[in-house]
C-alpha cells in the first residue's frame, strides 16, 4: 500500500488549495482516510479525518468550516480542500489511512503518505 500527497503550495493568506491523496495497492472502501500536519518544531496534530463511505467525517477544532474532507472511492483518492487559509496553517500536511475510530491519532496511523509543504504568507 502506498499513499501518495500532493497538492501543497505558496498561497496568500485566505487563499485556497486542494490537497490530494491517492492509495495504491489497495481495493474497495477499504480504510478510513485523514489528514495530518506538522508545522517546525511542533509535533504532528490530527487535522481531519473521513469514513471509508465518506458519511463520517470529523476535524480540528481551528480547521472546522475552513477545510473540507472528502474521497472519491471509484479512485482511491481522498482530498482536501483548504479554503480561508492562515498563517498558521503553514506546516507539512500528511496523508494517513487506519481505522475510522482511531485515525485521530498519529498511533491510529496504518499507513502515512510523503508530505506536501503548504506556506501561507500574510
Known amino acids: 500500500v502506498q499513499l501518495q500527497a500532493s497538492g501543497g503550495g505558496l498561497v496568500q493568506a485566505g487563499g485556497s488549495l486542494r490537497l490530494s491523496c491517492a492509495a495504491s495497492g489497495v481495493t474497495g472502501n477499504w480504510y478510513g482516510m485523514g489528514w495530518f500536519r506538522q508545522a517546525p518544531g511542533k509535533e504532528r496534530e490530527f487535522v481531519a479525518r473521513?469514513?471509508?463511505?465518506?458519511?463520517?467525517?470529523s476535524y480540528l477544532d481551528s480547521v472546522r468550516g475552513r477545510f473540507t474532507i472528502s474521497r472519491d472511492n471509484a479512485k482511491n483518492t481522498a482530498y482536501l480542500q483548504m479554503n480561508s487559509l492562515k498563517p498558521e496553517d503553514t506546516a507539512v500536511y500528511y496523508c494517513?489511512?487506519?481505522?475510522?475510530?482511531?485515525?485521530?491519532?498519529?498511533?491510529?496511523?496504518?499507513?502515512w503518505g510523503q508530505g506536501t509543504q503548504v506556506t501561507v504568507s500574510s
Open positions: 494517513a489511512a487506519g481505522d475510522t475510530v482511531t485515525l485521530t491519532s498519529s498511533r491510529g496511523v496504518r499507513y
Open positions: 473521513i469514513s471509508t463511505s465518506g458519511a463520517i467525517t
